[in-house]
């Protein structure tokens, strides 16, 4: 199961935040709109490793986007960030790009090349991936969505179920949030609750764990959300 690309717009006109954003889901993505830089560096700061392209207003109510810009690649080098704002002049382009970004686009701009300049930067910063993961004596498919477990069974679990366990093996050791993962997985209207990733981890150790009750891939973080270990 892919994944949707979680892109944060940080643009604090509303008209153009709204319309960037509706294009973007409709070309699938997942999309967080900061109409501040303070929303902004709180979003990025919270969701680390969870985000996978961040465009980048300069002239910002409150922090300059060139000063957001430097805070975000000294913690995430690698996140690609692209500057669409008013200003043209080639000493801000440079200043930009001197920054780490990896586009500098000027307004106004169309609406089609914007949606075609993200879509290629996120092939060419995309890291390949394995579709077979192992640990332990299990492994999961994501592509044909089959797992061996514990026990050396082979069977195929759901698109959800994969879905799921592709969130957390891709962020190994760190703590996803139930809000996130409901955010991530399932749609606005599925009412899907803790009680629901509850049983999903459950079934997971029940899957993988050489004990169950004692595991030590699945784990719980109360009041918070789920971690996936694995211990070097």
Known sequence: MQLQHHILVVEDEENLANTIALNLRLDNYLVTVARNGKDAL????????ALHLILLDVMLPDINGFDLCKEIKQASPDLPVIFLTAKNQMADKIGG?????DD????????????LRINNLLKRTQKETDPVFNFGTNSINFQ???IIDAKGTRQTLSKREIGLLELLTSNTNRVISRDEIIEKLWDVNENASSRTIDNYILNFRKYFEPNPKEPQYFHSIRGVGYKFVINT
């Open 42 to 49: 709180q979003f990025f700061t919270k969701h680390l490793g």
């Open 97 to 101: 790009l001197k920054l780490g970004a």
């Open 104 to 115: 500098y686009i000027t307004k106004p701009f169309d609406l089609e090349e914007l949606l």
């Open 144 to 146: 044909t969505y089959e």
